[in-house]
């Protein structure tokens, strides 16, 4: 079956440590994307990318950081100078990065608490 | 005013009523319009996507776009417990490459 793979599904750090969390899809997409989902906040986006090694931030790109050294694997690392990093990260993925024209289809989510 | 506004909810209705959720927006470039169910603890699925104005019909679901009032729908007839789960409304318009979501309304329908 094709998808999104987050894993793991929860993960806990203490604070001050830096923590990847991993995206990988085999639908063949050249897009892919992280948000983060709090509640009452909505989807804000964190990067982006259209192909391999290359990466834009998103909205929200502070104390994060990503890599994309292949087109089905885009992990992001939380870094310590993020500061409220406990949070649902989603991963996501399009045909193409041409906004509307390519729907998002996401994972599973990564729950982060950070304490 | 945001971009895309959407009542966050609950919004609980009785099994097998049509129950109807709506977004309106302010940029009126915006020309893709998508819902997306998302159950807890998972990732939103994408339930419809349409082009411009008009309708949509997917079995139980029917997507309404009116962009001369900036607004558009989800209808959900014979609603179903499993139906449970919070939808988000997301739009884009050509050239932008970011998709704008809502918050999101959660759902919930009555046994």
């Known amino acids: 079956d094709g998808g999104i793979t987050q894993s793991p599904k929860y993960l806990f750090r203490k604070e001050g440590q830096n923590v990847t969390l991993s995206c990988e899809q085999n639908l063949n997409h050249d897009a892919m994307y992280w948000y983060r989902q709090d509640p009452g906040q909505g989807l804000r986006l964190i990067y982006y990318?259209?192909?391999?090694?290359?990466?834009q931030k998103g909205d929200i790109a502070e104390g994060y950081s990503v890599s994309r050294e292949k087109k089905e694997s885009f992990p992001l690392t939380v870094t310590s100078a993020q500061k409220n990093p406990t949070a649902f990260y989603l991963c996501?993925?399009?045909?193409?990065?041409?906004?509307?024209?390519?729907?998002?289809?996401f994972g599973n989510g990564t729950r982060l608490t950070v304490t | 005013q945001k971009e895309v506004e959407q009542d966050p909810g609950p919004l609980s209705v009785p099994e097998g009523a049509i129950v109807s959720l709506n977004c309106t927006y302010s940029?009126?470039?915006?020309?893709?319009f998508m819902w997306y169910r998302q159950y807890s603890r998972k990732g939103p699925e994408l339930l419809m996507y349409t082009y411009s104005s008009g309708n949509k019909e997917d079995g139980r679901f029917t997507a309404q776009v009116d962009k001369s009032s900036k607004y558009i729908s989800l209808f959900i007839r014979d609603s179903q417990p499993s139906d449970s789960a919070t939808y988000l409304c997301?739009?884009?318009?050509?050239?932008?490459?970011?998709?704008?979501f809502g918050k999101g309304t959660r759902l919930h329908i009555l046994p």
């Open positions: 940029n009126s470039a915006f020309q893709y």
């Open positions: 996501a993925s399009s045909f193409t990065l041409t906004g509307g024209n390519s729907p998002l289809h």
């Open positions: 990318s259209q192909i391999v090694n290359d990466f």
């Open positions: 997301a739009m884009s318009d050509r050239g932008d490459d970011k998709i704008i």
